[in-house]
């Protein structure tokens, strides 16, 4: 008897895994281009250079998590090494930031309680053999 495979859900040819995916990345780049471009205009960047460097961070995270999900979503090899690139430098500034060790000045301590997990779940997901032959032809 073999065991039959349950069916694989998908949409547009994705997995829903991808879909769930690049959404979320989507959100938190947009979120993340948005405020860290708002941040940065309104700073007085002749007195605060430790909280400029925070919003440009805060910029230029935003817009390569945009530029990556797209490319994951078109299936490219440059997104998938993309994504884990950015989450693996999430992972790593914050846990800076947690351990009260020096990394971008201003990164708030907060957010990285939930930003280190998440990060950890999307390299994960996107080191799962599937995930990763799909990418990594």
Same mark, same amino acid.
């Given at each position: 008897m073999s065991?039959?495979?349950?069916?694989?859900?998908?949409?547009?040819g994705r997995s @829903?895994?991808?879909?769930?995916? #690049? &959404? !979320?990345?989507?959100?938190?780049?947009?979120?993340?281009?948005?405020?860290?471009?708002?941040?940065?205009?309104?700073?007085? @960047?002749?007195?605060?250079?430790a #909280? &400029? !460097?925070y919003d440009i961070y805060t910029f230029v995270f935003g817009a390569l998590t945009l530029v990556f999900a797209v490319l994951i979503w078109q299936g490219k090899k440059s997104g998938w090494v993309g994504m884990v690139a950015v989450s693996l430098f999430v992972i790593a500034g914050d846990?800076?930031?947690?351990l009260?060790?020096?990394?971008?000045?201003?990164?708030?301590?907060?957010?990285?309680?939930?930003?280190?997990?998440?990060?950890?779940?999307v390299v994960y997901y996107l080191s799962l053999k599937h995930v990763r032959a799909k990418f990594l032809k």
């Open positions: 065991k039959k495979q349950p069916p694989i859900i998908t949409y547009k @829903l895994g991808i879909v769930i995916l #690049t &959404a !979320a990345q989507l959100l938190i780049g947009a979120i993340h281009a948005f405020f860290g471009a708002l941040l940065f205009a309104g700073e007085n @960047l002749s007195g605060l250079p #909280t &400029a !460097a846990s800076l930031v947690v009260n060790l020096p990394s971008v000045p201003g990164i708030p301590k907060f957010p990285a309680y939930t930003e280190i997990p998440y990060s950890i779940l």
